[in-house]
């Protein structure tokens, strides 16, 4: 009975009660949204690199190995030899290892050395491995392979010439213009850094510093392209390997070994452990994140609680002649309260509705313009957790007009019985 009387109350104001729906229906959404961007962001952010048990480069702190060798950002204070690479690649407890060079550039994006072992180990996310969207790995010695955010912003497509440059600024006037690279594949996004990142093989970007010392080309050393095909271009070293070892059982006896090793100085990471290191640096933006969306969700509630308060003062009639029917005031009062629970019951509904629209809508975009990859499914505990608490506060929201139509209730029996 009392829920029917509160669904005919609402259905005579829907106007106002449909603004005040929708109100808390986009406070609903953009809260659950951000809270599903923070955890997806987390896990994608975690998940980097899976499958990859060691990260092994020069001697240097965990999180900056972690940087410059994942992310691509800033530089190594030093490399590694390429016999340590192969002595890596020859220990019967690691199964695949994958060179990785830094140094060069394209267009402020940087340039990465590597094998096409890079293709077929490297997994990201709960273990998904890389796909080209258009072409192949590398299938000759100045083939490039474009990170998908390159391809996209700099219009590259399977063919074109690419001039890589020295160093990693965003303008460069150290050019191997000598030796251009050709787009082998374009591979398809995957909300990493390697979106943005140009691969090439290590031969080929030994080829291409062929007659250079220190940064700079030297004068009548010029090198063609047909000339270096003829060269030994086993690199003489490579800035991190990234490891994959046969048992993870293993993982830290060999980590304590590399670390422990004294004729060359090495780092030997677990990404896991460094990843999460380096996200309690970056976790502050996301928290202020979730405090702006909590604030909106505030000022819905507050909306709802006007409008309340408005029809307060509106439905003293109604009020009297629910007195006369012979309703109390404890009921009158428990009315609004339903109604308060109904509005924000129904937001919540129609925000997790809006939210899954638009993850729809906007899950390809996110991840081709923003690297942000975002899955469908349902709502994460803490996200009902969060919904549990948006309908405790429109419940609250409903406490003060329940009770000024509760005075209204007792001031307007009294009227009567006078």
Known sequence: MLIRLAWNSLLSRRTTVLLTLFTIALSSALLLGVQQIREQSRQNFMA?????????????????????S???????TSNIPWSSHEALADDPRIDW????????????YRVVGTRNSLFRHYHYADQRPLTFTEGDEFDDLFAVVLGAEVA???????????????????TSFMQHKQMPFSVSGILAPTGTPLDRALLVSLEGLEAVHLGWRAGV???GLKVTPEQARQRDLTPREVTAVLVGLKSRLQTFHLQRELNNRRDIPLTAILPGVALQELWQLVSVAEKALLAV?????????????????AAIQQRQREIAVLRALGCSPVRIASLLLLESLLLTLGGILLGILLLQAGLVLLQAPLLEQFGLLLSLGTLSQAQWQLCALILLLG??????????AWRMASASRLIRRN
């Open 48 to 68: 980097t690199v899976a499958g990859t048990d060691l990260i092994v480069g020069a001697r240097s702190g965990p999180v900056q190995l972690l940087l410059y």
């Open 70 to 76: 994942l992310f691509h950002i800033g530089s190594a």
């Open 97 to 108: 290892t994958i060179p990785l060079s830094l140094g060069d550039s394209h267009k402020g």
């Open 152 to 170: 996209r912003k700099l219009g590259y497509r399977i063919g074109d010439p690419i001039v890589i440059a020295h160093g990693s600024g965003n």
């Open 217 to 219: 080309p030297l004068p």
């Open 293 to 309: 969306s909590g604030a909106a969700l505030l000022i819905g509630l507050a909306g709802m609680l006007a409008v309340l308060l």
């Open 395 to 404: 419940l609250v929201s409903g406490l003060l007009p329940a009770l000024l």
